[in-house]
């Protein structure tokens, strides 16, 4: 046993069935897990937040489907690293085969353009299977000829379960850990300072353990705060800090509180967090939290994000905090992100349900025939662009969704509708 190495690396998972959460990937019904069951990977970008099995599920998948793996770090790997791993790989597996080897790269989001350009032809050709690791977005971190050709499967966070669950396993299958009587009598602050990083939460773990000569060990709240140094001013971009930090700063612009918003902002910039980053976290909040009381927010927030883009540190920071302070003292409603939620589960919840007939398109005699298209109304050709019609499937009509945000410009949408459609959604 090599002791040296950390606790999280001596009990990675070696299989599916040892691997941890993500049932929606690999359960028995998961996606990846039907796949490696008919040997065909498809490259692929794993996205999730730190320490969630990214690198772990990579090494799984190549495994599994006994294939050749290859890995980069995007941290240390220019182009010619690239084209150097690629040469080795085609050189170890066969043109459009189940066997094509996995290239995997960790943090592929900090890949320039050109190094991701280097990946096209061996991903296109069948040279390689690509599986890119990210905590970002890859719809705005990996060039969109790259992500075509890949699919994005989403990671979920541990849960307090799941984490604890993980736990339990290190005592058990640890051959070091094994050797001590631990008793987790709290977890709280093991949760918490993990961040829901699995590696940090067994990192910190076996920390305690190993500063505890007393037996058992009996791990309690206090107990981790005091052997725990953790500089709570330090901004780690891709720990507990970088959420708990965006998530002060949006319940502060979400809350209209202009200074807390412009302080949070600071200490993101001061922490070097990618001015992207929070750029686009404010796209979304101008969306999911002003939405219609202000739509001027959106195209604000959205202009900021294109500005970021061309300016850059430090000029930048100065529209960020415009930015940040406009969306703060604007109006607030999040009734159109109420209403697809209303309507997401709706759908879910109903199923595919028939369109009806007189909104279907007729393109076709045919069609026309079976009366797609048949009684409708087109709205401009009646007073006030307005025809009463139904517009939402038989079984769930008069369904009302969107209800409007008690702010001066949503009233005049409720006063428009309720002129318009009378009580059937009761404005």
């Known amino acids: 046993m090599n002791t040296n190495q950390p606790l999280a690396e001596r009990i990675r998972p070696k299989s599916l069935s040892a691997y ?82 996995i290239l995997f790269i960790d943090e592929i989001h900090r890949f320039s353009k050109s190094q991701q350009d280097s990946l096209l032809g061996a991903v296109e050709k069948g040279w390689i299977t690509l599986v890119g690791a990210t905590t970002e977005n890859p719809s705005f971190e990996v060039i969109p000829a790259l992500l075509s050709r ?43 300072l993990s961040g829901g990083d699995a590696r940090k939460l067994l990192n910190i773990f076996e920390l305690i353990v190993m500063s505890q000569d007393q037996d058992p060990v009996v791990i309690t709240n206090d107990l981790v705060l005091k052997l725990v140094q953790q500089n709570t001013v330090r901004y780690d971009k891709t720990g507990e800090q970088h959420y708990d930090i965006i998530s002060a700063f949006i319940k502060s612009v979400r809350g209209s509180d202009p200074n807390a918003s412009v302080y949070w902002l600071a200490r993101m910039i001061e922490g070097g967090e990618d001015l992207k980053f929070i750029a686009r976290r404010m796209i979304i909040l101008a969306s999911e939290d002003i939405g219609n009381a202000n739509p001027t927010a959106l195209i604000m927030a ?126």
């Open 150 to 192: 890949c699919q994005v499967y989403v990671l979920n966070p541990f849960g307090k379960e799941e984490l604890e669950a993980l736990l339990n396993r290190a005592m058990l299958e640890d051959e070091f850990l094994k050797t001590k009587k631990i008793e987790l009598k709290e977890t709280e602050s093991l949760l918490r």
């Open 302 to 427: 959205n202009n900021t994000f294109q500005a970021v883009n061309t300016i850059g540190y430090p000029e930048a920071r100065i529209i960020l905090s415009q930015c940040a302070v406009y969306l703060a003292t604007s109006a607030k409603s999040n009734a159109s992100y109420m209403a697809i939620n209303k309507a997401q589960q709706l759908v879910k919840q109903t199923g595919d349900l028939s369109i009806p007939l007189h909104i279907r398109n007729a393109p076709t005699k045919l069609m026309k025939e079976l009366g797609y298209g048949e009684d409708y109304k087109y709205s401009h050709d009646y007073k006030g662009n307005f025809a009463h019609q139904e517009f939402l499937p038989e079984e769930i009509k008069n369904t009302k969704l969107y209800e409007p945000g008690d702010n001066q410009r949503e009233n005049s949408f409720r006063t428009f509708l309720k002129s318009r459609w009378g009580d059937k959604y009761n404005y």
């Open 20 to 101: 941890l959460s993500q049932e929606h990937l690999i359960g028995d019904d998961g996606s990846l897990t039907q796949q490696i069951k008919k040997g065909i990977i498809p490259s692929l970008i794993l996205w999730g937040p730190p320490g969630v099995g990214k690198t772990t599920l990579a090494n799984i998948i190549a495994t599994e489907s006994q294939r050749p793996f290859y890995t980069l770090s995007a941290i240390n790997s220019g182009v010619k690293e690239v084209r150097e791993v690629i040469d080795k790989a085609k050189n170890s597996g066969g043109l459009f085969t189940a066997k094509n080897p």
